[in-house]
């Protein structure tokens, strides 16, 4: 449905035709450059400038993506890998949401439990892998608890600074007209945090990937982390960056899931 034009002003309508010239330039520019890099690295190891063999190519990346398809494996491992991190994003992100809320709630806990939080925070998790596969088996359970593992205290920490970062000025406000805790938290600690939920979302989602793919290394027999490992053990480079480009792809769909996510709930604030 188009919008009605007339109620805006002649600069009003300038202004919005150079925002969409700028947006469709920057676009532009992006298909370029991504189509001038994938040509300069297809001629190259064409010529045999730089070695094929460890490199690869794109057409090289194509057949055996196209030979995945075939084989009937691809799907068999983007959906090993895609359950593996949806489910550990999900639940990170629930589980954050809803230990800052109880740390926001209640200072002296916070107070108790931040100096835990944040050596949890600095610890490696890769360090924990023999642990986490001792305590969940060699299956999907591991990779979901790393990726939890991962995306869950930088969830934690980044939703309580969000809380915490309400305007306290407000919040007294909220208070002298009698409003309960509860109440506050709802009116205007968390609707004030949308902004941070949102940010939260995509670096939780970045965080989710590294999180089922460090699993995939560690202790898979499927998935794109598998793929990876495999064919670097058996020098299938070409593998190894079809896997890379599969992985880039289904990560850059989640990413621009929670974008629309974010566009849609700001229509509904709006309204």
């Known amino acids: 449905m188009k919008k009605d034009t007339t109620q805006f002003s002649p600069k009003h309508l300038l202004y919005i035709k150079k925002v969409k010239r700028e947006n469709i330039f920057i676009f532009s520019m992006r298909f370029i450059i991504l189509a001038l890099l994938l040509g300069l690295w297809e001629l190259f190891a064409t010529l045999n ?24 494996n691809l799907f068999y491992h983007m959906l090993i890998t895609l359950y593996e991190t949806v489910l550990g ?6 589980v954050g949401f809803v230990v800052a809320l109880i740390l926001w709630w209640s200072e002296r806990l916070r107070r108790i439990l ?20 001792v305590w969940c088996g060699s299956g999907s359970k591991a990779i979901i608890f790393m990726a939890i593992l991962i995306g869950v205290i930088v969830a934690i920490m980044t939703m309580l600074n969000g809380f ?53 290394y560690l202790v898979s027999r499927a998935g794109l982390g598998y793929l990876i490992v495999y064919g670097g053990q058996v020098f299938k480079l070409d593998l190894v960056m079809a896997a890379t480009v599969v992985l880039c792809a289904l990560a850059t769909l989640m990413y621009a899931f929670v974008a629309l996510l974010e566009r849609l709930l700001i229509k509904e604030i709006k309204k």
């Open 114 to 133: 931040e100096p835990y939080i944040v050596v949890l925070n600095s610890l490696p998790k890769i360090a924990l892998g023999p642990i986490i596969i």
């Open 49 to 72: 400038i730089i070695d094929s063999f460890i490199t690869s190519s794109p057409s090289k990346i194509v057949l055996t993506i196209k030979d995945l398809w075939v084989e009937n």
């Open 164 to 216: 915490l970062s309400t305007d306290k000025n407000k919040i007294l406000l909220l208070k002298s007209m009698g409003a309960t805790k509860f109440q506050t938290l709802t009116k205007l600690v968390i609707p004030g945090s949308f902004p941070t939920l949102i940010s939260m979302l995509k670096i939780s989602v970045g965080l989710a990937w590294v999180g089922s793919i460090m699993g995939e």
């Open 89 to 94: 994003f999900l639940i990170a992100v629930g």
